[in-house]
């Protein structure tokens, strides 16, 4: 294990530049302080106590959640094996995704205690390269880890539900084991803001607003403000027709101007407006942080092809192709 070292200065992190607009919404001001009040705290609590694992893991959720990511890979990094899988999520939220791996494997490895949803970080990304094979028979591994293990964390029954959940594709009657898993893990832990962002993005997924907006207030009720809640709030609202999606997604961005994937949904509404110049600019903020986003890269092409830029359009096809082989998102998104 590294030796444990938390500078001084690290309480000074500040929260990444917000976008400008006129006036911040008071939620989304309120998150921002309460997420660098945890920062603060942790930092002095890792400070006084480096072996403060709690502190440690309480410092790195908080600087993720801000998009501190560089900051958030640091702190894991010193914590050793026991941190080794949200190091990896860090060097993943970057597009890093063969360093992520290694740490995921690590995580595996050592056995850590969020060893499971190493495992399933693992056949995520062997699945999105194309080793579909290998990747499906990790996720199988949850199927018997979930009927025979005699109590399960919270963070493992999300990874449950997220393994079953790509398993659906093939058999879909796992959807429903999917969201059986994500009630269990809020049963565990009611704090679980993992385990209802995946199951309210399920539910959009599978067209139901109604269920996915209880959810989302359930989720804000927990943690109001925080960025991957709005995001799923904001694909809601754009579901249910309202115009408010792109205020909603504004403001976690006010929280995480670094969140891609609220980047990514932000360009998704201006394409929708032909506003393709707007759409390529919030993109080209997503692709600065992680250029190998697969819904970005699909995005790009779709917005090429719109705008009838054949140029970009070959490349970001030539990008999916290699970076997700198999994979039918970009193809999808550009009908």
């Known amino acids: 294990m590294k030796a444990v070292f938390i500078p001084a200065l690290l309480i000074l992190f500040a929260l990444p530049a917000a976008p400008a607009c006129a006036q911040r919404d008071a939620t989304s001001a309120a998150a921002s302080d309460a997420y660098r009040t945890i920062i603060a705290g942790s930092t002095t609590a890792l400070e006084a106590n480096g072996a403060d694992a709690e502190a440690r893991r309480s410092l790195v959720r908080a600087l993720m959640e801000t998009g501190q990511y560089e900051q958030a890979e640091q702190i894991a990094d010193a914590g050793g094996a026991a941190f080794a899988k949200l190091r990896g999520d860090a060097l993943l939220a970057r597009g890093k995704r063969a360093d992520a791996e290694t740490a995921y494997r690590a995580a595996l490895a050592a056995h850590a205690p969020d060893s499971a949803t190493a495992r399933l970080e693992i056949a995520l990304l062997q699945y999105g390269r194309g080793q579909r094979a290998e990747a499906v028979r990790e996720l199988e591994w949850f199927i018997p880890f979930y009927n025979n293990a005699p109590a399960l964390k919270a963070d493992e029954l999300v990874a449950i539900g997220r393994a079953v959940s790509a398993l659906g594709v093939t058999d879909p009657q ?33 067209f139901d607003s109604r269920q996915a907006g209880e959810i989302i207030r359930d989720a804000l009720a927990v943690e109001p403000g925080n960025p991957r809640v709005l995001l799923q709030q904001a694909r809601a609202t754009k579901f249910d027709g309202s115009d408010e999606a792109l205020v909603i997604v504004d403001r976690a961005l006010e929280v995480n101007p670094r969140l891609v994937p609220a980047l990514v949904f932000r360009a998704d509404l201006l394409a929708g407006q032909e506003d393709y110049r707007g759409a390529r600019e919030y993109l080209d903020r997503a692709f600065a942080i992680d250029s190998t986003n697969q819904d970005a890269i699909a995005l790009h092409g779709a917005v090429a092809w719109l705008a009838r830029d054949t140029r970009t359009y070959d490349n970001a096809r030539a990008r999916a192709n290699s970076l997700y082989s198999g994979s039918a998102v970009f193809l999808t998104k550009v009908a």
Do not use: C, M, N, P
Request: aromatic share 10%.
């Open 174 to 206: 796992l959807f429903h084991d999917a969201v059986k898993a994500y009630e269990q893990a809020v049963q565990a832990d009611r704090t679980s803001i993992d385990a209802r962002v995946a199951e309210a993005a399920l539910f959009l997924d599978k």
